[in-house]
């Protein structure tokens, strides 16, 4: 079983930083994409951001330009560094892992961390 472990939430105020951090029990080499999504409080799951293995990445509009996505394949681990947070950034953060391998899909979540923005 595939294990997703994200780290790195916590409260921050309006225009501070975070880094978040996805830790894989397996080798993240053969993982064609990554991505995080948040789900704030009442809303839908949506995504923020995502990687590929050939170094593609996808940002949501609403994130781009604040938010970078990066992964380190020698450390098996995810990041997403988060600057100039906003209160709306408030939500869970799940960490995503699918690939797919002799035809079969696999799809992984994280259990999540909270990023809190608020003064």
């Known amino acids: 079983q595939v294990q997703l472990v994200e780290s790195g939430g916590g409260l921050v105020q309006p225009g501070g930083s975070l880094r978040l951090s996805c830790a894989a029990s397996?080798?993240?080499?053969?993982?064609?994409?990554m991505g995080w999504y948040r789900q704030a409080p009442g809303k839908e799951r949506e995504p923020v951001a995502a990687i590929t293995t050939g170094g593609m990445l996808n940002y949501a509009d609403s994130v781009l330009g604040r938010f970078t996505i990066s992964r380190d394949n020698a450390k098996n681990t995810l990041y997403l560094q988060m600057n100039s947070l906003k209160p709306e950034d408030t939500a869970v953060y799940y960490c995503?892992?699918?690939?797919?391998?002799?035809?079969?899909?696999?799809?992984?979540w994280g259990r999540g961390t909270q990023v809190t923005v608020s003064s």
């Open positions: 397996i080798s993240i080499v053969g993982i064609n994409a």
């Open positions: 995503n892992a699918h690939w797919a391998t002799y035809g079969q899909v696999h799809d992984y």
